[in-house]
């Protein structure tokens, strides 16, 4: 995909992005292209998840109104501590892949954006479904010094971010899922990948990204799991822009709190926010099933499941939740 590609397809949505129709011919003049490029330019741009109608005599029209993330704008919505660099992308493979990539010429902070990938990816390797400009992106780079040791109970330090963050944008009825994902109404609006590189001894080079549903399109493809968005949640809907300095801002305290203290001065907030608090669940531990009663979380960030024999703490890895 090339970059002068891409400029022409940015330019295109910027002119579209006002939810009216236009006709392929004006698109092309403005954009200085043929009637014909400006239709392969569409059909690209619809195999990236993005919802365009084409009426004939009308032209191209969004199926809903459009924000594209501009880093002056999410600038505006930063608290003043947050100082890193912050890069907005079009479409690339996968953010925290491309921050993986560059991480050892970058500082605490830095954060990477992107209207779309095409590679993005959850947890144990599973695809996470990236649709254009319908979603956030987020990955931000964190070295700790204190090395893997200090990395016990990160991801729900970050999913208490992720929600305080929503609670500013004014979104209520958030609940967390351990390890990593973030709920509403019983169904995923986010989810969390931490992904660490480093030596025992030293310091750890960290990437935390995270995936929040917006306004996912129409014709998104199966996702495999129960999801919602924030347009179910909210109205107006949030700006992206908005959003994604808000939530920033938050991840930034969060993750210098999280450095000096640990996980200790969240737990009290990841559990009153435990989406199966005292209920059954069973444990997917490799081949192994184990069912309990879920008891929330202790110091070190391990699930607690109360079975026949006790409360016995399980940690992360290969586990997964679900309910009975």
């Known amino acids: ?5 891409e400029l022409v397809r940015g330019h295109v949505l910027s002119i579209l992005a006002d939810n009216e129709f236009h006709s392929g011919e004006a698109l092309g003049k403005k954009s200085g292209i043929s009637r014909a490029a400006i239709s392969k330019h569409i059909k690209v741009l ?3 998840g993005l919802d365009i109608y084409s009426v004939t005599g009308k032209g191209y029209r969004l199926a809903q109104p459009l924000t594209l993330l501009n880093p002056d704008k999410i600038r505006e919505h930063l608290d003043s501590s947050h100082t890193a660099d912050i890069e907005v992308l079009n479409v690339i493979g996968s ?3 491309y921050l993986k990539d560059i991480s050892i010429d970058i500082s605490n902070g830095h954060t990477c ?6 590679a993005g990816r959850g947890r144990h390797g599973r695809k996470w479904v990236s649709p254009y400009a319908s979603s956030l992106y987020l990955s931000m780079h964190w070295s700790f010094v204190g090395g893997y040791s200090a990395l016990g109970g990160l991801s729900l330090a970050v999913g208490v971010a992720i929600v305080d963050a929503l609670h500013s944008c004014g979104v209520q009825g958030i609940q967390l899922k351990w390890p990593n994902d973030i709920y509403a109404q019983g169904k995923k609006l986010a989810g969390v990948l931490i992904e660490a590189e480093g030596q025992i001894g030293s310091s750890c080079q960290t990437i935390i990204g995270v995936g929040l549903n917006v306004a996912l399109p129409t014709n998104v493809e199966e996702i495999g799991q129960p999801w919602i968005d924030l347009a179910q949640l909210t109205e107006p809907l949030i700006n992206r822009n908005l959003l994604a300095g808000t939530l920033i801002s938050e991840l930034n305290k969060t993750l210098i709190l999280f450095e000096n203290s640990g996980l200790e001065p969240f737990i009290s ?8 608090a005292n209920q ?5 531990i490799g081949k192994q099933l184990i069912t309990g009663v879920s008891r929330g979380i202790d110091i070190t960030g391990a699930i607690l499941l109360e079975t026949g024999s006790g409360v016995k703490a399980f940690h992360g890895g290969e586990i997964s939740v679900r309910p009975i």
Not at 269 to 276: E, F, G, I, S
């Open 95 to 97: 953010t925290n892949q």
């Open 113 to 118: 954006l992107a209207e779309a990938q095409t």
């Open 269 to 276: 907030k990841w559990r009153a926010l435990d989406v199966y």
């Open 1 to 5: 995909m090339s970059k002068s590609s």
């Open 280 to 284: 059954a669940v069973k444990l997917v």
């Open 46 to 48: 619809s195999s990236l």
